[in-house]
């Protein structure tokens, strides 16, 4: 049970990111002290006040999430409990009432201190200029323009930087893998997977034996991708290029399924 | 054009139509435009939901289809009728003009708005011109694209286009196919539907919520009235937002960079809409026979927890359980329980379809 706990301490504080020095919690946690303190509406301080406390207790209670892990069979999710808090309506309905009447030098208090205890959503790694109005890398709509038949499906073989966004374009294209391979917590194993992304340099025999069985009507390879002889010896042809992306097309397959 | 007009009809004119019935059933001081917008969407998903669950579980061939259409019909329906029940009752609605809202203001308090809204603005540029990556779009983005596409619900998996067999963790999840719904109905590319739309949708609606829960922490009729505090309480949530990526887990980090999915969706609309509703009905102006309205849409609020996603159900659960057991004991009123209970029989039912579905094997 003590193991439990501390796993749901470290969620916690993940969570609210102190291992980045995201204080934003720590306003919360005052503001629910400060409501515990102040708050006279008894119906305020039932939602405000006692019902987030009981959420904590319960986030906290290695029992609950004993139950709440064995009924959902998934623990990675127990953070979610903690949306329940709903902490910036609570802090901000807190920080509101601590301010009173001064309202303004209120405001640009709490806006500063919001700012320095949080982190700026937009700075994001995740988060780039859009390239278009689907919102995903030009190279991949390119490219699946290119091989995209007019009747049918294909499946293509596609390097992991592209597997998020192909079938996001069309679902015309079929991969032999997805996304589910690059989820190293996930632990699939794809013979496919392996001969494409895991060896050093491709094996160009056995990569097009097995890109054949799918089958791969094209090959995308990073323009400085090793193989260890040329795909055009193997049946392929170099159909195009989109960017650092070169384009197979094999010709002992049948374009269309 | 036609796009535009399938956008304008399916998020603006049905979900109004729709939110109308509701609040046929509030009492008149209740009744606002922002109330009705939300009441029609929550109402619209709920609706949703109760089509499209049967269709992906007893249809195998064009389930989207299907479920569609039926969807089409009974939306229609029910915004029809919301209409006329507007229309009938019209005498009691006391609708204020924007007009004289602003007039009444003090000039601080525009330049508040403004500034709200300039955060607004700003937040919906983002979404609009800045693309997020999230790997779950492989799968919620790509259902929706499928059902435009193919007019299959789940029956092939997402990653590599196989077929598949139902996946009890997201098919009870409905949200990505109302995308791909309103992508069909206004002929928009679902991804662009995803990526673009929704946000300029989901953002300004959850902020709908945030007002909503303001103008009842401050602009209450029972108590000194302190509607000044309003535009700062909303200036105060965008900032939350903005400045809440603290973590990849917060809700407001899923707000802004994962906006349409509907895991998002629960955690900064279903969720803070239940707190709305807590607040309405225990504002202490609440009209016992007159406010079912507000019950109905506390059902319709919990089975958009399911449209959103499943642990949505359990997390809505969780929160009516200890807010009820708190407002009971606050309240001395233990028929609180009871009703909040009620309002949670729809999400019953859904947990029982999801342990069955999740179980169903050991029957084999």
Redesign the interface.
Known sequence: MWGIFLESVVIFKNYMGFHENGYLAGIYLFVLLYLWLTEKDKRRRAIFVYAPTLLLLMFFCPLFRKIFVRLLEDSETYYRLLWLLQMSIVSAYGMMKLCGRHRRIGLAVVCVAIAACGNYVYDSEHITRAENVYHLPQEAIDIVDLIEPEEGRITALVPADLIYYIRQYSTNIELPYGREMLIARWDYHHAMYEAMEKADVIETETFAELARQYPCAYVILKEDRKTDKPLTECGYTLYDQVGDYLIYKDMETDDAI | MVQLFGLLLWLVIIPIGIGLIPVHFVSADKRKPGIVLLAGYFGMWAVFELVTIPAVIFVKYDNFKVASNCFMVLAILCAAAGIWLAYRDRKEWKLISPVVCVREMSW?ERI?WLLFFALLGFQLY?A????????D???Y??ES??AQ??DVMYR???????PTDLDV?HVLAVFPMWVAYVAVKSDI?A??VS??IMPMVLIPLSYLV?YE?GKL??CRSTEKNHP??LP??M???A?????????I?????FF??RTWQG?AV??SLV??AL?WL??LI???TAKKRADMGLWILFVCINMTAGVCS???V??VC??MA??A???A???RDYKIILKMAAVCIPNVLYMMIYVIM?YSYLLK
């Open positions: 601080a508040e983002k609009a011109a800045y693309a997020s990556f999230d790997g779009d492989a799968y983005v790509v694209l499928i596409q193919a092939i998996l997402p990653y590599t286009g196989r963790r590319h991804t662009i990526h673009l945030y829960v922490l401050f000044e505090n700062i309480f200036i105060v949530m900032m939350f937002q903005i400045f809440g990526n603290v973590s887990y917060t809700n407001e980090t802004l960079t895991k629960a955690g969720i803070p707190f807590f607040l225990h504002d202490g499943s642990i949505a359990f997390l969780i929160l200890v807010t057991f708190c407002l004991i606050v309240e999740g």
